[in-house]
């Protein structure tokens, strides 16, 4: 069973709109979340990490669900400069391991 | 501009050929890791390192060796690869254990094994 699982989409959105990313994961000791973005051959960079209170940050808004083992992100006003690959990562922190989804890919369209 | 830097960008090998990836962090954390992100698959973890000792070994085949000389240098040494082994290579580095500490990634080297 894989450590996190994601819709890989792709997700196509006109702009403006609001969409929302779904992950799971499969460790209950797992202790951080996190969401990355990565652009198109480029490196992951971390978007936001996620608080057991759920978080936001500007448009974006994570959201956390131990009990179900269960990730959000919720993009809000999508705008162009959205369109990437957005990473679903978890951390055990009982050793330095990040795992991470495949990744679900988002392209907004004018 | 993200503090970790990996050299060569771009590395076209042979299978016979003998090369090696560097990464180095200006961040001042105490654990790197190298992953692997072949097309359509997740970020694959292949090697960690934490205060210099390699904590994590993913069962990566032994034509990759790690080396970790001090906590900010990281090498990944190849020899022998196959054509699979063709994938963009990210090293990471954090600030080991702790609630919240994110990774942070070098720009990647992108490996193609002829």
């Known amino acids: 069973r894989k450590e996190v699982e994601q819709d890989p989409g792709p997700f196509n959105v006109p702009e403006g709109a609001t969409v929302a990313f779904n992950c799971t994961y499969s460790?209950?000791?797992?202790?951080?979340f996190f969401w990355y973005r990565q652009d198109c051959r480029k490196e992951p960079k971390l978007l936001m990490s996620?608080?057991?209170s759920g978080n936001e940050d500007g448009r974006f808004t994570a959201q956390l669900n131990r009990a179900s083992q269960y990730i959000s992100l919720l993009i809000r006003d999508s705008k162009l400069s959205d369109s990437a690959t957005y990473l679903c990562?978890?951390?055990?922190?009982?050793?330095?391991?990040?795992?991470f989804g495949t990744g679900t890919s988002l392209t907004v369209i004018p | 501009e993200t503090g970790v830097t990996q050299t060569p960008r771009h590395l076209v090998m042979g299978m016979t050929n003998k090369k090696s990836l560097k990464c180095e962090q200006h961040?001042?954390?105490?654990?790197m890791y190298w992953y692997k992100q072949s097309a359509k698959k997740p970020l694959e973890l292949m090697f960690v390192y934490s205060l210099e000792e390699r904590v994590e070994n993913n069962s990566v085949p032994s034509r990759f060796s790690p080396e970790c000389p001090n906590s900010s240098h990281l090498f990944l040494h190849l020899h022998t690869l196959q054509p699979e082994d063709s994938a963009l290579y990210l090293c990471a580095s954090s600030q080991g254990r702790g609630v919240n500490t994110e990774a942070f990634f070098g720009q990647g080297t992108r490996l193609t094994v002829v």
């Open positions: 961040l001042g954390h105490n654990a």
């Open positions: 990562v978890v951390n055990l922190n009982t050793g330095n391991q990040f795992y």
């Open positions: 460790n209950s000791a797992s202790q951080s």
């Open positions: 996620v608080y057991s």
